[in-house]
């Protein structure tokens, strides 16, 4: 019989739906009924994609001894991670606090009053890997909640007690450089000159880091920092970690040479991807960066696209019950494929008889291997790839295909505009554009209700409140499509989804944006957060907006709130150098030459004056394009604009900068001295 998910939306919590466990979804239901039998409730919280979520489900939850165990012991509920992750945050610190670690699956026990005492990750069936198993796991847990009740209360309240330590941040004075110049040489420390990266094994992407140090690069004129980000960008595009056949970057390498990766697809990779190699084409000019581009939107356009325009969230690692089965080939399946092609391609590819991919529990190889690069391609080599790459593609869609978790986040969807649009612009693109353009409406279609933006929606239902994520990323989209298109709504959205973050989320006592609205299920009250994980922060990404708002529509009172910000977490910003790095950029934007660009011409003049600025990396700037179409919707939301007319009747350039503005240039040769 179907337990209580059945009649879910999320993707992972349908794939529990037939467990043998008696799971819950997160609610009422399940806390009350927790109460009423005096119950510990079991929580377990994950993704539809993650590939370690798979294992326990398969060795523990499907199994009838396991699941009676846990249905006498406990009341079980289910979490997807990315439909709430306000609950996932809650309980993963909890975690980090009582282990020193943290991941995916989260293994949380806790009282009906959502009060944690046990908390884990993966738990095997039985013990090993120095681990306990929930075979023994489950009687000791019981015993001790049934005749050891002190000892409960004393976990809980020392949890509570080190809970509430971790939200104290220690204010200050808004960081300078030195927080940069730390967090930089911090990430220099690390940074591996013959693989790329920052680190060893495993190796994660985290492109807003990259992001940060091209702005270092830019800020300070160090080429070493350049030199870190365009290695660490062409070594991850010839790895195994980017799928060389189907395109867009899987989720990490599990080793140091990007060979290995976990195999699931993440929307928010493929987002932030596509801006750092956009970035990085600008800053350099490199083709492979561009052409990494592409083949992101290429990949995320056909397998990740809603019909209407939003994007889903993740393609899964495993299929038939494997991970990467669906992504390695044995030598022999290539060269049936590829006939005389083939060698070609296993020389260049790595391919070889006894395989690159390893059995996760022997680590023998396999004979599978992963395709990856040593160095790039010719440019005289692109129409040969383009063929025998276009055969291996349709061979391998005749596989299972991983699992598609085809839910529409907006937090995810924010970025992936974002992406579109930045990139968009940079390579004069309206059709990555458009798709942006697209996801935006989609949003305002299926993701508000009332005025107020929704978390998710998935198979015709919108639901769960919006959080802190949600707002930023979707404003940071905004503000790219805005300065992608220059349509003014898209800064009227901006502004006016701006005004609600704050009215909704803004801790007016000590300044900082919570993470979720206040509700039951914040069990120690409202969170913030300052710290880049996967993904920047919420408080990250939002001070940024705030200043490029503030400067684009001329509204001080907004930077004023980036200001509170950065005095808020002060201490945290000063000492915790790479792993705050998103932060940084604002930062550095606040510490550099940043300039208000305007442009006031012809809408037929416009493209002309735009290919001075598309190909430039020029991060510390914002900018208006005022034509005959927009100049009176531009007014309404910027209303300094209204005087920066044509001189001449000729285009005409304004730079800003300081609160002060230069005079105005006419004359296209100093135009491009000017914006050099």
């Known amino acids: 019989m179907p337990n209580k998910l059945k009649d879910e939306k999320s993707p992972y919590l349908k794939q529990h739906a037939d467990n043998p466990v008696d799971w819950y979804p997160w609610g009422k239901e399940a806390f009350e009924k927790a ?37 006498e012991a ?80 004393k976990a809980t309240a020392k949890i509570r007690e080190g809970f ?21 040489e911090q990430l220099a420390q690390r940074y591996d000159s013959e693989h790329g990266g920052f680190g060893s094994a495993p190796k994660f992407p985290s492109p807003h880091n990259l992001m940060f140090m091209l702005r270092q690069w830019k800020l300070t004129g160090e080429e070493r920092f350049l030199e870190m980000v365009t290695s660490t960008l062409e070594k991850m595009r010839l790895g195994g970690i980017w799928d060389h056949i189907g395109f867009g970057f899987h989720r990490y390498s599990t080793d140091q040479e990007w060979l290995l990766p976990h195999f699931e697809k993440m929307l928010y990779d493929q987002a932030l991807l596509m ?15 561009k052409q990494t581009v592409y083949e992101i939107g290429e990949y995320i356009e056909r397998d990740l696209l809603h019909p209407e325009g939003g994007f889903y969230s993740a393609e899964d690692a495993d299929s038939e019950g494997e991970e990467g089965k669906f992504y390695i080939w044995e030598k022999n399946e290539i060269e049936s494929v590829l006939s005389d092609d083939s060698q070609k391609f296993i020389d260049h590819f790595n391919i070889t008889e006894e395989g690159n991919f390893e059995d996760e529990a022997t680590k023998e190889l396999t004979g599978k291997n992963i395709p990856h690069l040593t160095s790039a391609l010719k440019p005289d080599q692109s129409s040969w790839f383009k063929e025998v790459r276009t055969s291996l593609f349709k061979k391998r869609e005749e596989r299972v295909r991983p699992l598609l978790d085809d839910k529409i986040l907006t937090d995810w969807n924010g970025l992936m505009i974002a ?37 998710r929606y998935n198979d015709g239902e919108a639901a769960i409140d919006a959080m802190a994520d949600d707002y930023a990323f979707l404003i940071w989209g905004l503000i790219e499509l805005y300065e992608s298109t220059f349509e003014p709504q898209y800064l009227s959205k901006a502004l006016t989804l701006n005004e609600q973050f704050i009215e909704l989320f803004w801790d007016t006592e000590k300044s900082g944006f919570y993470f979720s609205i206040a509700d039951e299920d914040q069990v120690y009250g409202r969170q913030k957060q300052i710290f880049d994980g996967a993904m920047p922060s919420s408080n990250s990404v939002a001070m940024m907006n705030l200043i ?38 604002s930062i550095q934007f606040l510490n ?24 430039q990396f020029t991060p510390f700037k914002v900018m208006h394009m005022i034509t005959e179409k927009n100049h009176e919707l531009l007014t309404e939301v910027a209303g300094y604009t209204s005087t920066q007319k044509k001189l001449n009747d000729k285009p005409t350039l304004y730079i800003c900068r300081d609160f002060t503005c230069d005079q105005p240039i006419n004359e296209v040769k100093k135009m491009k001295k000017a914006l050099g």
């Open 35 to 71: 109460k009423k039998e005096n119950k510990p409730v079991f929580l377990s919280i994950g993704y539809a994609t993650c590939h370690w979520c798979h294992v326990m489900a398969h060795e523990s939850f499907e199994d009838p001894e396991i699941a009676k165990l846990m249905n």
């Open 74 to 153: 406990f009341i079980n509920v289910k979490v997807d991670r990315e439909e709430r992750p306000d609950i996932d945050s809650t309980y993963m610190t909890v975690c980090q606090m009582l282990t020193g670690q943290g991941g995916w699956p989260l293994t949380i026990i806790m009282t009906p009053g959502k009060e944690p005492f046990f908390a884990g990750t993966y738990i095997p069936k039985e013990a090993r890997f120095n681990r306990i198993g929930l075979r023994q796991l489950i009687p000791g847990v019981k015993g001790m909640w049934e005749n050891e009740p002190k000892r409960v209360e």
């Open 164 to 184: 509430t330590k971790s939200q104290e941040y220690e204010s200050g004075n808004f960081p300078g450089t030195e927080a940069t110049d730390f967090a930089s």
């Open 275 to 289: 801006m750092a190699y956009t970035e990085g084409w600008q800053a350099t000019g490199n083709s492979l960066f």
């Open 419 to 455: 992406a579109l649009a930045k990139a968009g612009f940079a390579f004069d693109d309206d059709h990555l554009t458009e798709l942006a353009e697209k996801a935006a409406q989609f949003i305002e279609d299926h993701l508000v209700e009332k005025e107020k933006l929704i978390h």
């Open 548 to 585: 490029r708002l503030s400067r684009l529509s001329g509204n001080t009172e907004l930077e004023g709130y980036a200001d509170k910000i950065g005095e808020a977490f002060s201490a945290d910003l000063i000492r915790s150098g790479a792993s705050i790095c998103h932060s940084m950029q």
């Open 592 to 615: 550099a030459d940043a300039r208000e660009i305007t442009f006031r011409a012809k809408s037929t003049e416009q493209k002309a004056l735009l290919e001075l600025v598309r190909n």
